[in-house]
C-alpha cells in the first residue's frame, strides 16, 4: 500500500469524525426535541470511539482496505443525515421554526441508520481486530450487506487470508474455495474485492504445502474467465506460479499445472507469459518423471532433458522477472532443477497422486501449444515430442489423451509455420518418427472417436512433410472414411484433401495414391450416406473435386460415376464456396471423359 493510498484512506476516515464532532456541536445548540437530539448524540459518540480505533488499525500496512471505505463512506451518508436533522432544532426565528418542522418520525429514520452504522463498524472492527490477533474469520451479518450477505462473508474471509495468521488464512483460502465453487457471480465479487493478491501471498508460503494447496484450489476455481484471469497475471501472479511448479511437494505441482492449464485455457497473454518465464520445461520434465525414453528413439533422453533444465535454469536465475517481483523472489527465483529437494517423496508418492500430477502437466502443455507457434516450438525445443509419444504409446485414460492434444496442436501449428514445420518434424527426425508411428498406431489399433479424431487431424495437419514414397499414413485415412462415426470419417475427408489440395507440393502423387487404396468408393459411400450433414457434405465434394482433377486418367472414377454424382450435386446443394470448384471439375471430367486432348485437359488444372 503506497503512501498515497494511505493519505486516501486516512481522509476517507478523518470526514466521518469531522462531521460526528459537528453533530455533537450541534445537540448542544439544540432547542427543540432535545431527548430525539440527545438520542442522537448517544449513538454518534459510539461511533467516533469506533472511528478513532478504526483509525489506529489503519496504520497497519496489511490493513484490508475494502471494507473499510464502504463502511466509512455508508457511515459519513448517515452522519450527514443525522447533522442535517439536528441542525433544524436550533434556536431560531419564528419564521425559520415554521418553514423547518421536524417530526418524531424523521428522528426514527435517522436513528435507525445510526444504529446500523454503529452495527456496521463493530462487525468491521470484530473481523479487522478479532481477539485482538486481527484477521479472524467472522460469519456474522453487517446491516450495509443485509441484502447481500455473500459479500460480507467475502470481506471476512479476505480479511483473514490478508491479515491472519496462518492457521486462520488456510481456512479464508478454504472458504473462498467453496463459495467459488458455487457460481461466478461469487468468484466475480472475490477478484473485485481484492482476493487475488493475498490469496497468491498465500501460495508462496513454501513452508506449508497445505496454505499451496488451499491457494491454488481458489485461484484455478477463479481462473476460469479472461478478465479474472488478467487480474492474476497483473499481481505478477504468472512468475510465482512457475516457481512453485519448479519447486514444492508432488500435490503442489500438480495444481500449480492446473492453474497454468487453466490461465492459458482463457487468457492468450497469460498462455504467452507462461512460456516466457520457461514454465514449459518442467512441465515436459515432471510429465517424462517415471518414464523411460529408449535410447534408439532418440539420442535425445531424460539424461539430456535434466541437462537443458539445469542450464536454463542457470539463466533463469540470473534474470529478474520484474521490479515488482524482484523484492519478494529474488534468492528464491525458480530454478527447476532444484525439484530435486522433492524427488525422494515423489519416487515413493502413491502412483495415482503421481498419475494425477502426469496428468496435470499434459493438460497444461495442451493448453500452452493451443493456438499458439511459439509455445509448440519451445516443446519441440525441449525433446518433449519424445515424451510425448512414448506416453500415448504405454498410457491410457486422460494422460494419454492429454498428450494426444498436445501433438495435435503442435502439428495444427506446423501445419500454419513452415521454419516449426521443418525444424520439428523431419523426416529423419527421431522425435517426429516416434510421434507419426503412434499417431498411425491410434488410427489403425484403437477404437475410439475421442482419440481417433485427434489423431486423424494431427496426420492432416502434417500432410506436407510426408515425401511421395511416404504412403503408408494414406492407407489408414482411406480406411477412415467408411467408419460407422461420421465424425471420423469426415476428419479422415479433411486429412485426405490436405494431402490431395493444390497447397501440397506433392498433391497429385498424393491424389494418385489416395485412388489406388480405393479411395473414392469409400468416398462415394461416405457421400450417399444419410447421416451426412452438409459440412461432411463440403468436405466430401473437396476432396472427391481433388481427386477428378489430379487423378483424372483413373478408371475408377469413371466407374465410381463420379461425373454423374458431381453433376447430381450441381443442380441441388452445392454451396456458393464450392461451386466453381464443382464446375470445374465437372468440365474436365467431360473433357476426358469425351476423348478430347491432353494439352486442352491440362488448361483446366489447377
Known sequence: MTSSEEKQLEEELSYPILVAERVRSAVGEADAYKFECNEVSKQVDRLLQMLRTLVRLAASPSLYERPVRRVAAETSKNLERALTLVRKCRRRSILHRVVSIVSATEFRKVLGHLEASVGDM??????????????????????????????????????????????????????????????????????????????????????????????????????????????????????????????????????SANLVATMAKHDPVAQEDFARENAIRPLVTLLSFDTAIDEQSGKQSIHSLVQINKEMGKKSSDRSVSKQFTSSYSSSSYTYSRGGNYRKDRENEDPQVKLQLRISCAEALWMLARGSVSNSRKITETKGMLCLAKIIEKEQGELQFNCLMTIMEIAAAAESNADLRRAAFKTNSPAAKAVVEQLLRIIKEVDSPSLQIPAIKSIGSLARTFPARETRMIEPLVMKLSNRDTDVADEAAVALTKFASPDNFLYVEHSKTIVEYNGVPALMRLLRSNEVNQLHLDHGLTLLCFLALHAGNSESLEQARVLTVLEGADRTAVPPHLRELVSRTIYHLNLYHTGMNSQRISSYLP
Request: glycine residues 8%; proline residues 5%; charged residues 20%.
Open 122 to 255: 463493530r462487525w468491521l472492527l470484530s473481523i479487522l481486530d478479532n481477539d485482538g490477533g486481527g484477521g479472524g474469520i467472522v460469519v456474522s451479518l453487517p446491516p450495509i450487506a443485509s441484502n447481500d450477505p455473500i459479500m460480507s462473508w467475502v470481506w471476512s474471509f479476505i480479511a483473514s487470508l490478508q491479515m491472519g495468521q496462518l492457521n486462520d488464512r488456510i481456512d479464508a483460502a478454504n472458504e473462498l474455495a467453496s463459495l467459488a465453487q458455487d457460481n461466478d457471480r461469487n468468484k466475480k465479487i472475490i477478484v473485485e474485492e481484492g482476493g487475488v493478491a493475498p490469496l497468491l501471498k498465500l501460495f508462496k508460503e513454501a513452508t506449508s504445502p497445505e496454505a499451496q494447496i488451499a491457494a491454488a484450489t481458489t485461484l484455478c476455481r477463479l481462473g476460469n474467465d479472461l478478465e479474472r484471469v488478467r487480474v492474476i497475471v497483473s499481481e505478477v501472479g504468472v512468475p510465482l506460479v512457475v516457481q512453485v511448479l519448479g519447486d514444492s511437494p508432488i500435490r503442489v505441482q500438480t495444481l
